[in-house]
């Protein structure tokens, strides 16, 4: 009988041991969670965020920069116009070829300091070189002509992101074209090279500020640009009517 009363003593004890026990036991004491294969032995779940880092966080990190800047490079091309009378425009280039255009290239580099909002603002250098050997040219007894410029932006701009990939620009604003020669070349035995006059009677002006419009689109790295600017100042052609100048650009620049 002092037998079967110390076993049941005995079972007592060990079952509010076991209870004790279950009330302070903890998840992480689980054995099991110790195991290499419990913490993803030989995977790789190294996640960004919203998805596996596989490169896209590079572009995170390029769409988060405040002050990008680009190297640009593109194709430019302008023409004079002249409004006589409503309806009636005129458009030539330097020698009076109605409706052609001076075509040349652009080579710069640019900055766009942004705000948190999108909101920023877009300048920086450009060269540019305008290049003809047309009609014009030949009537007054050369081969070519080169046109040397700089070109300088002060734009507002609008950054907006469509989708975490694509960033996307929105730029108006002043924009400058200095011309620095313009130079006429022959060739042969008995070739010159003479120089344009601007700023004179019936020359066109050395400085032509413009209004400008402009989008660029970027992914990663790569942006295209297409800009458009609006001549402002009179280059005065003619003595009854205002010539205003007008440039399209074509662009692609690196940006970082």
């Known amino acids: 009988m002092k037998t079967i009363s110390t ?8 079952a509010t041991a076991l209870s004790a026990n279950a009330q302070t036991w903890r ?7 110790h195991s290499r294969y419990y913490n993803g032995y030989g995977m790789d779940y190294r996640n960004t965020g919203r998805r596996y880092d596989s ?17 640009q490079g593109g194709l430019v091309s302008k023409r004079f116009s002249t409004r006589f009378a409503p309806g009636d425009r005129f458009h030539e280039n330097l020698w009076g070829d109605q409706g052609r255009f001076m075509n040349g290239m652009q080579l710069g580099i640019a900055f766009q300091p942004t705000a948190w ?17 047309g009609n014009g040219v030949r009537d007054m007894g050369y081969n070519r002509f080169t046109e040397h410029d700089l070109y300088f932006p002060f734009q507002l701009a609008y950054n907006y992101r469509p989708t975490p990939y694509w960033d996307v620009n929105f730029t108006t604003g002043l924009g400058f074209n200095v011309a620095l020669a ?30 400008e419009f402009g989008v660029q689109a970027r992914y990663d790295h790569l942006q295209v640009g297409l800009n458009y600017g609006l001549g402002l100042n009179d280059h005065e052609f003619y003595d009854n009517a205002r010539t205003r100048q007008n440039k399209v650009t074509l662009s692609v620049a690196a940006v970082f």
């Not at 998840?27 to 969670?33: F, G, M, T, Y």
């Not at 877009?122 to 003809?132: I, L, V």
């Open 27 to 33: 998840p992480s004491d689980a054995p099991h969670k």
């Open 7 to 14: 076993l049941l003593l005995t079972g007592i004890m060990a």
């Open 55 to 71: 490169g896209f966080g590079r572009i995170d990190r390029l769409m988060q920069t405040r002050c990008p800047v680009s190297l």
């Open 117 to 133: 909002n999108g909101l920023g603002f877009r300048t920086g250098g450009f060269y540019e070189a305008y290049f003809a050997t």
């Open 182 to 211: 313009g130079v006429y070349r022959s060739w042969g035995r008995n070739g010159s090279v003479d120089y344009q006059d601007y700023g004179n009677i019936n020359r066109p002006d050395r400085i032509n500020a413009m209004w």
